[in-house]
T-cell receptor, first 111, second 115 residues
């Protein structure tokens, strides 16, 4: 069966520090991968999605970037975090038109 | 472009009462529709999906939803609420039959179940 792993579960970082969140999927090949952010009291905002290795689409201009170095690995990064980067970050995977399956999320707090 | 509107950001029901969470969608092509549930500090869990087969879709935890094309609706129901149903629920839409791989989510409805 397929599983998705996201880590860390919580992270507290100072403003201006770098960020790296990792997401890996097991049990499937060539999945579509997604990064979402969920700010307090708001819905889900799609940040990036990828349909293959090295293929990244950015949905909104921002302080973040994403990379897909391997088929089932998706990384969310920032060189310098802003206060506005705080939120709950969710990784998800899907195959073709199937539903998206979500990881447990990373709670990011910027101080 | 596709969009989803969830009527009511907060819904409160008594334990044992009917749960009805409303979702209306806009899509220029036949849609695929999904309902997800999110418990505090967790990711989203798929409840059910509509992918152009039966219009009445049954999901996990006793939930079901009915696709009504004429009303562009996909409301989520459960006959009898349980305390464990308290969570946030998201409706989502994507293009059916190929094309965009992305989901468009509604803003969510937070369900409270009172004892």
């Amino acid at each position: 069966s397929q599983t998705i792993h996201q880590w860390p579960a919580t992270l507290v970082q100072p403003v201006g520090s770098p960020l790296s969140l990792e997401c890996t999927v097991e049990g499937t090949s060539n999945p579509n991968l997604y990064w979402y952010r969920q700010a307090a009291g708001r819905g889900l905002q799609l940040l990036f999605y990828s349909v293959g290795i090295g293929q990244i689409s950015s949905e909104v201009p921002q302080n973040l970037s994403a990379s897909r170095p391997q088929d089932r690995q998706f990384i969310l990064s920032s060189k310098k975090l802003l206060l506005s980067d705080s939120g709950f970050y969710l990784c998800a995977w899907s195959v073709r038109q199937g539903p998206q399956h979500f990881g447990d999320g990373t709670r990011l707090s910027i101080l | 472009a596709q969009s989803v509107t969830q009527l009511g950001s907060h819904v409160s029901v008594s334990e044992g009462a009917l749960v009805l969470l409303r979702c209306n969608y806009s899509s220029s092509v036949p849609p695929y529709l999904f309902w997800y549930v999110q418990y505090p500090n967790q990711g989203l869990q798929l409840l059910l999906k509509y992918t152009s087969a039966a219009t009445l879709v049954k999901g996990i935890n006793g939930f079901e939803a009915e696709f009504k094309k004429s009303e562009t609706s996909f409301h989520l129901t459960k006959p009898s609420a349980h305390m464990s149903d308290a969570a946030e629920y998201f409706c989502a839409v994507t293009r059916g039959g190929g094309g965009s791989e992305k989901l468009v989510f509604g803003k969510g409805t937070k369900l409270t179940v009172n004892p």
